[in-house]
Structure formats: C-alpha cells, structure tokens
C-alpha cells in the first residue's frame, strides 16, 4: 500500500515534469530587448536605482565610458572606514557603537553624545518579558539565520507602536533590532546545540555596560567568558560590514519592501532573508568549506603549483560544490582590492600566527594570490579581481571559536545597522513604491473547456 508520502512524491513529479519549459526564458531575449540581468550593466556596473546620503562603496571610476580599476574605499556618511577603525585602535576603544550612530544620525558624537547613546542603547538591549521561553526556545531551528527571520517578525507582537512609520518611531524601532539582534542569535544557537546536537542548554543574558561584541561572546560561550583581544578583533568585523551601500542584495530588499510602506519589522526580516543566500551573506560559510576541501585535498599547502592546480579544478566545477566558483574571490564593485578585506587582513594576522592559524592564513593568502589568473583565464576576463571580504571572515571567526552556524548570522548583526539607516533614508526622502518593469513574452492562449481538453 502506498505511503501518502509516495503519492505526494508521485503526484509533485508528474506536476514538476510537465512544466519544467514554462520557467525556462532563453537568453536571447534579455539581449533583444535590453534586460539588465541582476540590474546590472553590460560592463559589470549597478544599473542606478536611487541617491543615498549613508554609505558609499567606490572600487572603480569610469573614465571617457570606459570602466577603470582602482584601489577599494569604503565610506559611512563621508568617513573613510579604514581612518575610523585606526582611529578606534590608536585610541584603544571600541568603535560599533560609534559607527552605528555615524549612520543613524550623520556625525561622529562628542563623548557626552557617545555616553548618553550607549546609556540609551543598554536600556533597550534586553528582551521581551519570556520573548526567549516562548519565541526561541519552543521553536528550535537549524538555521540560524531562519530563526533570527521570524523572532525579528514576533518581536512586532511585543511593539506597542509596531506600524508606525514616522521618524521618531523607526529610530526607536531600529535601536532597539540592533542591540536585540546579538542575544537572539547567540541564544538561538545555544537552543540549537540542544535541539539537534545533544548538548546541554545553557541560556545567558545580556548585561549593562556590555557593548555588542562583548555581550555575544559572553552569550555565546558557555563560560561567559571572553578576553578584550576577542571583542576587539569582532568589533572590528562589525564594523567592516555595517553598512555597504543601498544596492546590495540585502539593502536594496529592505528599501523595497519599505518603498510598499510595511513596518520595521517585516522590512528588516526580508533583508535578513536576504542576506542568508550563498550568493550574498552566506558566502562566507562557503569560504571555509572550499578551504577545509582545499587543505583535504592538497598534500603541500605551500606549493604554489600544486595550490593552483586543485584551484584550477575548483574553477571548472570539477571538486568542492562544482559550482565553478572560488568562494571569496570577486566582487562587483571592488576591483583592485576590497578595503573591507584589507583592513580584517592586516589586524587578523598577528592573532593568527599567536593562535596557532599561520599556515591557515599564509594558505588563505595564496588562494587570494594564484585566483585572479585562474579565473581571468577560465571566463576569459580582462578585468582585475580581487579577494571580498568573505575571504578572510570566516578565519577570522574560526579563531574566535565562533561556529559556523554563526558567520552569516553575525553578518546581518553588522547589516542591520545599514538596513535600518537605509530604511528610515527610504521612508523620508523617496517617498514612491519601488516597481520596475518586466518585459512578458508569453501570448494570448485560448481557453479551453474541462470536457475538451
């Protein structure tokens, strides 16, 4: 007797058989009627879509219509990331906190600004009344990023003024997903480790005069305890990937979706969505599983030939996920280099070699160096390439002991920073629902009747 199981499997086959040529639209006619695929320009360029005041990522310039490399800068509200983190460090703080308030609110704080921002933040840091008992804990997810979705969604259940669109109100509404996000993540993963992997539960809070990076590892850890060279070195990876821009994937799904006029929480839980893709935030995770395949796969690390050749396999879809993608390697903006990856490079090194991850990082920087060709050879590419920030994240975190299930996690407790400036930028100055047009190529098909088909 057949298993409803198999009939729903048998029934989904014959559906999924019939129509398989329905979804399929030739090449052709994107070229024939001018489609910008991915909202993209022939040349690589981002087809214009809006003007922004929050942040700016510049990796080429076009000179006399031809499109030209240079060196990768990464600015918030006008400030150079890579002077801000050097700030931070010469003065030996930490610095999300502040850049979080650059994009809110346009300027670096006085002390006193800075003081009373992280007072407020700490007020608004801990979680509904049994928001942890009955939103993370009795819903256990494998995905992480699944499960920061929808407690972003039950957190509107707790808002008192959840639909409210006016300035005051998202302001409050996005401070409050900031500092929200970390514990809902760090706790969500201690449920996970005991949903699905068997380990004991073991849930802490937030605490007061804790900033973000301090108050995850503390979660995070089953010890709660964390050293200031950790917290550090994640601040700095917060920074680095709070803000990049309105037209990544993410960013430009929150303004969309805030274009149609929807609350905080919906916009924020479709660019967390987002952001979960391989082929966006989830581009990390990938990193360090092509590089564990590189390092299992490769007798000698330090051969550059032999390094190559696996790359070269790797390229042509012949080992890892046969994708034909080196992870990390890439980025449609950054074209000599990614200044986000530069800057996690150069303070992620001296840790690297004190924890015992030299020969991982000198590896990391040999696939950063014998890609470039590799690829240009195998798409058949002039342009430059450069390794994004993917490539140097997951290391980064793997140090920190920070499970994989969190990289992409920890990506959109960066963003939401971005998303929510991006958000409140939408609702005051464009003012117009985001709705491009799409070309239908299909033509008028007769009915038929049930008797006669």
Same mark, same amino acid.
Request: glycine share 8%; hydrophobic share 35%.
């Given at each position: 007797?057949?298993?409803? &199981?198999?009939?729903?499997? $048998?029934?989904?086959? $014959?559906?999924?058989?019939?129509?398989?040529?329905?979804?399929?639209?030739?090449?052709?006619?994107?070229?024939?009627?001018?489609?910008?695929?991915?909202?993209?320009?022939?040349?690589?360029?981002?087809?214009?879509?809006?003007?922004?005041?929050? +942040?700016?990522?510049?990796?080429?310039?076009?000179?006399?219509? *031809?499109?030209?490399?240079?060196?990768?800068?990464?600015?918030? #509200? +006008?400030? #150079?990331? *890579?002077?801000?983190?050097?700030? %931070?460090?010469?003065?030996?703080?930490?610095? &999300?906190?502040?850049?979080?308030?650059?994009?809110?609110?346009?300027?670096?704080?006085?002390?006193?600004?800075?003081?009373?921002?992280?007072?407020?933040?700490?007020?608004?840091? $801990?979680?509904?009344?049994?928001?942890?008992?009955?939103?993370?804990? =009795?819903?256990?997810?494998?995905?992480?990023?699944?499960?920061?979705?929808?407690?972003?969604?039950?957190?509107?259940?707790?808002?008192?003024?959840?639909?409210?669109?006016?300035?005051?109100?998202?302001?409050?509404?996005?401070?409050?997903?900031?500092?929200?996000?970390?514990?809902?993540?760090?706790?969500?993963?201690?449920?996970?480790?005991?949903?699905?992997?068997?380990?004991?539960?073991?849930?802490?809070?937030?605490?007061?005069?804790?900033? @973000?990076?301090?108050?995850?590892?503390?979660?995070?850890?089953?010890?709660?305890?964390?050293?200031?060279?950790?917290?550090?070195?994640?601040?700095?990876?917060?920074?680095?990937?709070?803000?990049?821009?309105?037209?990544?994937?993410?960013?430009? /799904?929150?303004?969309?979706?805030?274009?149609?006029?929807?609350?905080? %929480?919906?916009?924020?839980?479709?660019?967390?969505?987002?952001?979960?893709?391989?082929?966006?935030?989830?581009?990390?995770?990938?990193?360090?599983?092509?590089?564990?395949?590189?390092?299992?796969?490769?007798?000698?690390?330090? *051969?550059?030939?032999?390094?190559? =050749?696996?790359?070269?396999?790797?390229?042509?879809?012949?080992?890892?996920?046969?994708?034909?993608?080196?992870?990390?390697?890439?980025?449609?903006?950054?074209?000599?280099?990614?200044?986000?990856?530069?800057?996690?490079?150069?303070?992620?090194?001296?840790?690297?070699?004190?924890? +015992?991850? +030299?020969? *991982? &990082?000198?590896?990391?920087? !040999?696939?950063? #160096?014998?890609?470039?060709?590799?690829?240009?050879?195998?798409?058949?590419?002039?342009?430059?390439?450069?390794?994004?920030?993917?490539?140097?994240?997951?290391?980064?975190?793997?140090?920190?002991?920070?499970?994989?299930?969190? %990289? /992409?996690?920890?990506?959109?407790?960066?963003?939401?920073?971005?998303?929510?400036?991006?958000?409140?930028?939408?609702?005051? @100055?464009?003012?117009?629902?985001? #709705?491009?047009?799409?070309?239908?190529? !299909?033509?008028? /098909?007769?009915?038929?009747?049930?008797?006669?088909?």
């Amino acid at each position: 007797m057949e298993s409803k &199981f198999d009939v729903q499997n $048998e029934l989904l086959s $014959e559906f999924k058989n019939n129509c398989k040529e329905i979804y399929d639209i030739p090449k052709k006619y994107f070229t024939h009627y001018n489609v910008k695929r991915g909202l993209r320009n022939p040349d690589g360029t981002g087809v214009m879509a809006g003007i922004t005041r929050i +942040g700016n990522a510049h990796g080429y310039i076009i000179n006399e219509g *031809d499109k030209c490399s240079i060196e990768g800068e990464l600015y918030y #509200r +006008g400030y #150079r990331v *890579d002077e801000l983190i050097n700030g %931070y460090v010469n003065e030996g703080r930490y610095g &999300f906190e502040e850049v979080s308030y650059i994009l809110f609110f346009g300027s670096l704080p006085t002390p006193k600004q800075l003081e009373d921002y992280d007072k407020l933040l700490d007020t608004y840091r $801990e979680l509904p009344p049994r928001f942890t008992e009955d939103v993370i804990m =009795k819903t256990p997810n494998r995905s992480i990023m699944n499960k920061l979705a929808s407690s972003v969604l039950a957190l509107y259940s707790y808002d008192e003024n959840p639909d409210d669109t006016s300035f005051d109100n998202i302001v409050r509404q996005s401070m409050q997903l900031m500092v929200r996000l970390p514990i809902i993540a760090a706790q969500s993963y201690a449920v996970y480790r005991n949903a699905f992997c068997g380990e004991s539960l073991m849930i802490h809070n937030p605490l007061n005069n804790h900033n @973000t990076a301090q108050n995850f590892l503390r979660i995070l850890r089953e010890d709660g305890k964390f050293t200031e060279e950790d917290a550090r070195l994640l601040d700095l990876c917060l920074i680095l990937q709070a803000e990049h821009g309105g037209g990544n994937n993410s960013t430009f /799904t929150c303004r969309t979706v805030t274009s149609s006029g929807t609350d905080t %929480y919906s916009a924020i839980a479709a660019a967390i969505c987002s952001l979960k893709g391989p082929r966006h935030g989830g581009a990390n995770i990938k990193v360090q599983e092509m590089f564990d395949c590189i390092k299992a796969n490769v007798k000698n690390t330090n *051969d550059d030939e032999e390094v190559a =050749k696996f790359l070269k396999k790797i390229a042509n879809g012949e080992e890892y996920d046969h994708s034909g993608l080196i992870y990390g390697m890439g980025h449609a903006i950054y074209t000599l280099s990614d200044p986000r990856a530069v800057m996690l490079k150069k303070y992620a090194q001296e840790m690297a070699e004190k924890r +015992g991850f +030299g020969d *991982d &990082f000198r590896l990391l920087e !040999t696939i950063e #160096r014998l890609s470039p060709d590799i690829l240009r050879e195998k798409l058949g590419l002039e342009r430059d390439i450069c390794a994004n920030v993917d490539m140097y994240s997951g290391l980064v975190y793997r140090m920190l002991g920070i499970p994989t299930e969190l %990289y /992409t996690p920890l990506f959109a407790i960066a963003r939401i920073v971005g998303w929510c400036s991006h958000r409140i930028e939408e609702l005051m @100055t464009a003012k117009k629902i985001i #709705r491009p047009a799409y070309k239908a190529i !299909t033509h008028h /098909t007769p009915y038929v009747s049930m008797n006669e088909r």
